[in-house]
Every structure is written in C-alpha cells, then in structure tokens.
C-alpha cells in the first residue's frame, strides 16, 4: 500500500502527500463567519475537513489544525446591529451555536479556533511588513493590496487579471481603489462600526488578511495543508497567498485542497439565496445527526453534493443497517467450532478501507468496503455464527474504521467482555423464568437491567440488548 494521494488545486494534479515536519501535519482550514447559524452545505466542507484529519491520523500522523471564527466583517457588524447587540455578544452566541452543531455532527474539534478580533496585532504588523516590502497604498484612511506588485497573482486560480478584469468586481464596502483588482487589507472606520485604534491607523482588517495572519501566527510562515471549499479558490485564497507570500517571500502553503459545493436542485446551497438548511431544521424534523454525517461524507468531497431527502433517508437506511449488524454481531452468542468468516475478508477490508481513503479521501470506497465486511458478517450470523477471535478481529477493525467514519453506534464497545457475559446469563434466567410462565421474575431482570441502562428487545432471533443513550454517556 503506498502513502496518502491528494488532489493539489495549485498542482491541478494528484501529489504523495508529505508533511514537511516528519509525522506531523499542520492545516488551516477557513471557518465560518458566525452571524448566523452554519447550514449543512458549510458543514459538508467541515465534515470533509474531519474526514481529512482523522484521516491522516488513521495513517499516523499528529495534526495541527486551525480553524478561524471570522467575528468581525460586513456582515456581523450589520446584524449585530440589527439585533441591537454588542458585536462581541452576537458573535458569542453563533460560536456557541457553530460549536454545538460541529458537535452534533461529531466533527472533531481542531486545535484552534483563534478569532478575528483576537489577532488585530499580528494583522497590523503584517500589513506593516507588506507596506515595506512595497505591496500596499493608502486611499481615504484604507490600505490596499497592490497587485500589480504581485506578479504571481492567480497561479492558484488560474484567474488572469488582465485589464478586462478592470471594474469587474467592485465589492460594496470598499472604498477609493487604483483598481478594481486590488483588495482592501484595512479599511478606515465608518460612523458606528467597530474601530481598532493601530499603528496603521484607527480601522478594521479586511477578510483576507485574517487568514493569512492567523494562519501564519498558529502554524509558522510555511505549512502543509490548506483547505476550503471551491468558492474559496478565488479570490479569497488567492489573496492569501499574495498577502503571505508577498510579506515572507517564502511559500505559503504546500498542499491546497478544496471541496465541491452541496446543491440544491441544481443551485449552491448558500443563506443568500435563501435555499437553505440548517443542521437544526433538520433534526427537528426528527432527523439522526449520524444519518446527516453519513449523507455529507458519503460523496467523495471532490463531487458536488446534491441534497434531497430521498438521499437523506437512504442515508438513515445505511446508518440503521450498519448498526443492527453491529449489535447482532455484539449480541449472538459466538459459535463454538470457529466461525465461518474467512479471516481474508477482514484483511480484504483493511486494505479497501484504507486504500479508498489514501486515494484522495475517496469515502465512497471506504463506505462500500465497509459494507461489503458487514454483509458477510450478516450472511455469516445467519449460518453457523462467529467464533470469538473472528469476534474480536471484527470488532478491533470496526473500531478502527469508525476512529474515521465516526458512523458507529457506541453503545456496545464500552461493555467489557465480563460485563457482556453477566448481561447474556441474566438474560438466559429470564427466558428460562418466562418458559416457566413465571413473569413476575422475568420482569424483574428485565427492570433491573433497564435501571443499569441495558434495554432488553425480543426478536425472533432471540433477546438481544443495548445500552441507552445515558448509559452510553457515563
Ligand atoms: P462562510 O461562513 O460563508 O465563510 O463559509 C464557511 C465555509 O463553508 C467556507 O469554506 C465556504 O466556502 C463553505 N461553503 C459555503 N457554502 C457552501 C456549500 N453550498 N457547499 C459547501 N461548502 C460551502
Ligand atoms: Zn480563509
């Protein structure tokens, strides 16, 4: 099995991954703008990033990651103000609400999530650096990014600036440009928006250099990875790269990775064309936040997403299948005279799972091995059962394939090996109670492994058990 392939957006090209500091990587990835609550199309670039970083553990790596939490722009300073709110407590609230939604979706957490408004310095002595490296001018109290001092600008895009280009994008808050191709680093306070009062003068950072400064700040002058989705390519990162690389002269970043859009009946999901949904309509529309993780990283992330909820309830199908196998599999006594799974197919998986994954993240054929094992593993509890080691080996390699997924119910892997024989003995005295048509003792057990958390269900296979949600939790 070779290393980890990744498909490099400045490259255009599949590359063998590398970190440049051995056996540890260091990512930035660009978060949300908190004045609002995330939708699921932000959180399928979120889920994807997940799945990057759990991935390169898997293969063992020790990961850095920094998100940034943009909580200073057009858009906060505008409904924080339509709320009649301080900036800083509207923002607070959309974080908090950014972190419960990551959470729900069982996004790891990265390492840092610095916020806007906490790195003012290290954004003004980067423009300083900038203003004296000759990259910069000042118009009406904002600073600007001068292009035309930046000759690589669109080698990640493939963007050229020609003079077409020329008054093309004039974005609505930026004010006195030489032209319209360059970018706003500091813009000049305005009555009523917040101000910094800095050696570059009184003013706020424009959204690009946050990225570069924070980034630059938490992983040093040259990292590995940087990911966003593919509206980000342009001219968001372009920038990036002109605003770090023309400060450091070194490069920027070694590795840019980019994940395609969710859709919408053929649209961008996006809160400006109102086509939206958030992960709460979606679970209080009695949605399983696992079945939307499985939907969001079931389509390789350089695939654009179409969402529907066709989609949504197969993917509730898939989630619910996979479970039941795992609690049959944790539940049906083992065989005696070894079990019929060839130890093959174990090893088959290993080498599909993590091949799909090496292979630029291809979830798709993670997914599809997985559920190729567990359908043998299906067919095998229907025959002559599982011997224990089978047992184990099956359970060590779910395990680990969920360190990825994170798809798993959790449940049954938090019983000992103890713990399950005491519940399938006491389960065996209540059957042998109910034969005796002595239902006063088999409630009894029944009721005194629900106030443990292990809830009995009698299927036409047998008891089988699991644990509650609180259970789970302990
Ligand atoms: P924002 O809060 O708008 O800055 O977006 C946060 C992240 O979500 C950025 O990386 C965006 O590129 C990404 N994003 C926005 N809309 C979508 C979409 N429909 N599908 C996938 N990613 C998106
Ligand atoms: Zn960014």
């Known amino acids: 099995m070779g290393g980890i392939r990744f498909y490099n957006t400045m490259t255009r090209s599949l590359e063998s991954f590398e970190p440049l500091e051995e056996g540890h990587v260091r990512m930035y990835t660009c978060g949300p703008t908190v004045y609002n609550y995330v939708h699921i199309g932000n959180l399928r670039t979120f889920i994807f990033e997940d799945i990057l970083r759990r991935t390169l553990q898997l293969f063992g790596y020790r990961v850095t990651q920094v998100m940034n939490l943009t909580d200073v722009d057009d858009k906060t300073i505008r409904d924080a103000k339509e709320a009649g709110m301080p900036l800083r407590e509207f923002t607070d609230r959309y974080i908090a609400a950014f972190f419960e939604d990551i959470d729900m979706l069982r996004i790891q957490r990265a390492e840092h999530y610095p916020r806007a408004t906490e790195y003012i310095p290290q954004m003004v002595e980067l423009i300083k650096r900038l203003e004296q490296r000759g990259h910069t001018y000042r118009s009406e109290g904002s600073i600007y990014y001068r292009i035309s001092t930046f000759p690589e600008y669109g080698k990640l895009s493939g963007v050229r600036l020609d003079k077409n280009l020329a008054g093309a994008r004039v974005e609505a808050d930026e004010y006195e440009k030489e032209d319209a191709r360059d970018f706003v680093l500091w813009k000049a306070p305005k009555p009523g928006e917040p101000s910094w009062d800095t050696e570059i003068g009184p003013g706020r950072p424009g959204w ?32 990036e790269i002109a605003q770090s690389e023309g400060a450091t002269g070194k490069p920027f970043v070694r590795m840019w990775l980019h994940a395609e859009h969710l859709i919408v009946e ?40 179409n969402f529907t909820f066709d989609g949504l309830h197969a993917a509730e199908q898939a989630t619910q299948r996979l479970a039941n196998t795992l609690r ?147």
């Open 328 to 474: 049959r599999l944790n539940t049906t006594p083992p065989a005696t005279g070894g079990g019929d799974l060839p130890l093959e197919s174990i090893e088959t998986f290993i080498h599909d799972f993590r091949d799909g994954l090496a292979d630029d993240l291809n979830t798709a054929r993670a997914l599809g091995a997985l559920h190729t094992l567990l359908r043998r593993v299906n067919t095998a509890l229907d025959g002559d059962g599982l011997s224990g080691d089978v047992r184990r080996s099956l359970s060590e390699v779910l395990r680990q394939a969920d360190t990825v997924l994170d798809i798993l119910p959790a449940e049954d892997s938090t019983v000992s090996d103890d713990e399950a024989a005491r519940i399938e003995a006491l389960i065996k005295q209540r059957n042998a109670a109910r034969q005796n048509r002595d239902f006063a003792t088999a409630d009894a057990i029944r009721d005194r492994l629900a106030s443990e958390g292990i809830v009995l269900e009698d299927t036409p296979n047998g008891t089988v058990w699991k644990l509650t949600r609180q259970r789970v939790r302990q």
């Open 208 to 239: 690009h250099i946050e990225c570069s400064a924070m980034s630059m700040s938490l992983l040093g002058e040259t990292f590995d990875i940087h990911t966003g989705a593919v509206d980000n390519i342009f001219p968001h990162h372009e920038n």
């Open 266 to 305: 053929g649209e961008k999901m996006a809160k400006s064309k109102g086509n939206f949904f958030t992960l709460r309509d979606l679970v209080q529309r009695g949605y399983d936040p696992v079945a939307i993780r499985y939907l969001l990283l079931s389509v390789p992330y350089r695939q654009k997403l």
